[in-house]
């Protein structure tokens, strides 16, 4: 399922498979050229542990663990972001371009209506609002906070290429400094 649905396990045991999925990929980035950057969930995993102590306490420890000084993305506010505070992991606050926002400032489910958002003018106006603002729009029109240093867009979404492209010239244009994440 990559990620788009939820599996129930102890978090020990998802700790260690998470630490095996890191593990692998560290291997294939640097056969690749490259090399892994920060730590961060996906899909069903990313909404547990915005909520799972159990959960969000796996993917802290997985990252402790792995060593280095990895950066682990999250929403502030989350369940991950306090146990990544509190155990002295580098958080670093994400925030989505194509998704919508619920009052609570987390992501809308996609199961439901308006889930995306598709059109590449208004996502790339809502990056630069987030950044510069600090708040997004949430599904029933009330004002979300939201910390914005790093910016995601789903490679799922219809348009995903046209949308990071566009917010980038967006950001680029408002005199936002791209950096890497490091």
Same mark, same amino acid.
């Given at each position: 399922?990559?990620?788009? @649905?939820?599996?129930?396990?102890?978090?020990?045991? *998802?700790?260690?498979?998470?630490?095996?999925?890191?593990?692998? *990929?560290? $291997?294939?980035?640097?056969?690749?050229?490259?090399?892994?950057?920060?730590? @961060?969930?996906?899909?069903?995993?990313?909404?547990?542990?915005?909520?799972?102590?159990?959960?969000?306490?796996?993917?802290?420890?997985?990252?402790?663990?792995?060593?280095?000084?990895?950066?682990?993305?999250?929403?502030?506010?989350?369940?991950?972001?306090?146990?990544?505070?509190?155990?002295?992991?580098?958080?670093?606050?994400?925030?989505?371009?194509?998704?919508?926002?619920?009052?609570?400032?987390?992501?809308?489910?996609?199961? /439901?209506?308006?889930?995306?958002?598709t059109d590449v003018d208004a996502?790339?106006? @809502?990056?630069?609002?987030?950044?510069? /603002?600090?708040?997004?729009?949430?599904?029933?029109?009330?004002?979300?906070?939201?910390?914005?240093?790093?910016?995601? $867009?789903?490679?799922?979404?219809?348009?995903?290429?046209?949308?990071?492209?566009?917010?980038?010239?967006?950001?680029?244009?408002?005199?936002? /400094?791209?950096?890497?994440?490091?």
């Open positions: 399922g990559f990620g788009r @649905r939820y599996i129930a396990m102890p978090g020990d045991e *998802l700790r260690d498979d998470l630490l095996y999925q890191m593990g692998a *990929l560290e $291997v294939f980035a640097r056969l690749a050229g490259g090399k892994v950057d920060f730590v @961060r969930a996906h899909g069903a995993l990313w909404t547990v542990i915005t909520k799972n102590t159990e959960h969000a306490q796996a993917i802290v420890d997985a990252t402790v663990e792995f060593g280095g000084d990895l950066p682990l993305l999250a929403s502030p506010g989350t369940e991950v972001w306090r146990l990544g505070k509190e155990a002295g992991v580098r958080m670093v606050a994400e925030a989505f371009v194509d998704r919508a926002y619920t009052p609570e400032g987390l992501l809308q489910s996609r199961l /439901e209506p308006n889930a995306l958002l996502a790339s106006a @809502r990056a630069v609002q987030m950044v510069k /603002e600090g708040h997004v729009t949430a599904n029933d029109g009330s004002e979300v906070d939201v910390a914005a240093e790093a910016l995601l $867009v789903h490679c799922d979404t219809p348009g995903a290429v046209d949308i990071a492209r566009k917010t980038r010239a967006a950001l680029e244009a408002a005199g936002i /400094e791209l950096i890497p994440i490091r």
